[in-house]
């Protein structure tokens, strides 16, 4: 479980077709503190498992499911990723609960200025749309963000200078893909209510 607030952003060094997946290294400094073998970390929002460490580096393997519903199979040499360890049990709980399980990517549609402050919009697909309400919360690349706005086909973020500072959104252009987490408490409210109406329960 992650909270989808960015600890660093990490950098892809290698990237390698290995069997049945793509294997990427990336460069890290504070994440690697303790990280271990066979440890889970976010990579720019999907859960994956450490399977190599070596010095300021660690490997990740990505599954060709994992390749189909995530932007990391787009990603090359030099690519920014954002990076989270886990919750740890005794930690200060920010953010939301994330599981590290993308439900699609979006687009970023536009970008406009406000202040020292950045209004995005980002297509909604049919996994995460149905799960948007304005003051919501949606995970975008691993990061917990605050929905503004929403419709059916896109949604609206506000990113305050600190999330500029220590994420890769401030290089995104019109056109870029975004990994998206819907809610996973308004996802669990849906299926009950889905399940009430059937007539199951």
Same mark, same amino acid.
Request: aromatic letters at 4%; one cysteine or more; a negative charge.
């Given at each position: 479980? $992650? !909270? ?24 890290? #400094? ?19 498992? +450490? +399977?190599?460490?070596? =010095? ?6 990505? #599954? ?28 200060? $709980? =920010? ?8 439900? =699609? !990517? ?15 919009a980002y297509s909604a697909p049919a ?5 948007? +309400?304005? /003051? =919501? ?17 896109? $949604? ?6 600190? !999330? ?8 995104? !252009? ?12 308004? /996802?669990?409210?849906? /299926? ?10």
């Amino acid at each position: 479980m $992650f !909270t989808g607030l960015v600890e660093e952003t990490g950098i892809i060094t290698t990237r390698r077709e290995v069997t049945d997946g793509l294997r990427l290294v990336i460069r890290a #400094s504070l994440v690697l503190a303790a990280l271990r073998l066979g440890e889970s970390i976010a990579v720019s929002g999907v859960c994956l498992t +450490v +399977v190599e460490r070596d =010095g300021d580096t660690f490997a990740v393997d990505c #599954s060709p499911e994992t390749l189909r519903r995530t932007t990391l199979g787009g990603l090359g040499v030099g690519s920014p990723v954002h990076l989270e360890r886990p919750l740890a049990a005794d930690g200060r $709980f =920010g953010g939301h609960f994330v599981q590290g399980h993308v439900d =699609g !990517t979006g687009r970023v549609l536009w970008q406009r200025r406000e202040g020292d402050s950045l209004l995005v919009a980002y297509s909604a697909p049919a996994g995460v749309a149905p799960y948007l +309400v304005p /003051k =919501g919360s949606v995970t975008v690349d691993g990061v917990s963000l605050t929905v503004v706005d929403c419709s059916p086909t896109q $949604f609206t973020v506000a990113l305050i200078p600190h !999330t500029l500072a220590v994420t890769r959104f401030d290089r995104l !252009t019109t056109g870029d893909r975004v990994n998206l987490e819907a809610d996973i408490l308004a /996802k669990y409210v849906a /299926k009950a209510l889905e399940v009430q109406q059937s007539g199951a329960l």
